[in-house]
Nanobody, 117 residues
Framework: QVQLVESGGGLVQAGGSLRLSCVAS????????MAWYRQAPGKQRELVAT???????NYADSVKGRFTISRDNAKNTVYLQMNSLKPEDTAVYYC???????????WGRGTQVTVSS
């Protein structure tokens, strides 16, 4: 069982930036596709960005050009650099390991991102 610990969230003004981190336990990290998701109040959890073991990335249209996902396999860590933040980015952000496009690990606590207008 892989454990996921997210951090780096906070309160930021619109137009600001944050960098989220997710540390994953286990030896399968480097061979796994990792993803960031988010869940806003009253909404379903949605996929934000993915990064494959070969560093191919994909983004939701709503964050394309503003967010960047990256990984450091030596640290078992995946990052989400978020720039030009908007109030609609306010959500709890989670990471997970993907298989066949779906999250496969138990969810961590997530990290709260709040963007004020």
């Amino acid at each position: 069982q892989v454990q996921l610990v997210e951090s780096g969230g906070g309160l930021v003004q619109a137009g600001g930036s944050l960098r989220l981190s997710c540390v994953a336990s286990g030896r399968i990290f480097s061979s796994s596709t990792m993803a960031w998701y988010r869940q806003a109040p009253g909404k379903q959890r949605e996929l934000v960005a993915t990064i494959t073991s070969g560093d191919s990335t994909n983004y939701a249209d709503s964050v394309k050009g503003r967010f960047t996902i990256s990984r450091d396999n030596a640290k078992n860590t995946v990052y989400l650099q978020m720039n030009s933040l908007k109030p609609e980015d306010t959500a709890v952000y989670y990471c997970n390991r993907q298989r066949f496009g779906s999250p496969v690990e138990s969810w961590g606590r997530g990290t709260q991102v709040t963007v004020s207008s």
